[in-house]
C-alpha cells in the first residue's frame, strides 16, 4: 500500500490544520489507519487510530477534544483534523495503514505501510 500524506504547514496556537492520507488500494476498507508523529529529539508517537469497516477511532490522551481523525471509504482516504493546536503538537505527522484491526493499536511496528511524513509546526 503506497500512501501519500498532505496538509502540514505553520500555524499559531489555537489554529487549526487537516491533513489528508490518500491510499493506492483497492480495499482501502479492509485497512485500519492510524497517524503518528515524530518531534525532533523524540521517539515516533501514536496519535489516533480509525479501524475499516466499523470506523471506531481511538485517541492518546493529549489530543482527545482537539482532533479528529476520519476516513472517507470511496475517496481511500484518511483525515487528521487538528483543532486548537498548541506548540507541542509540532513534529513530523505520518499516516500508517494495516489490514484489518490490531489489539496493539498503538504500537508502530504493527504498521506494514507508512506515508512520508508532513510537518506541522505550531508557533506560541
Request: aromatic share 14%.
Amino acid at each position: 500500500v503506497q500512501l501519500q500524506a498532505s496538509g502540514g504547514g505553520l500555524v499559531q496556537a489555537g489554529g487549526s490544520l487537516r491533513l489528508s492520507c490518500a491510499a493506492s488500494v483497492r480495499t482501502f476498507y479492509t485497512y485500519s489507519m492510524a497517524w503518528f508523529r515524530q518531534a525532533p529529539g523524540k521517539e515516533r508517537e501514536f496519535v489516533t487510530a480509525i479501524r475499516g469497516n466499523s470506523g471506531m477511532t481511538y485517541y492518546t490522551d493529549s489530543v482527545k477534544g482537539r482532533f479528529t481523525i476520519s476516513r472517507d471509504n470511496a475517496k481511500n482516504t484518511v483525515y487528521l483534523q487538528m483543532n486548537s493546536l498548541k506548540p507541542e503538537d509540532t513534529a513530523v505527522y505520518y499516516c500508517a495503514a494495516r489490514q484489518h484491526w490490531h489489539v496493539n493499536y498503538y504500537y508502530a511496528t504493527n504498521y506494514i505501510s507508512w506515508g512520508q511524513g508532513t510537518q506541522v509546526t505550531v508557533s506560541s
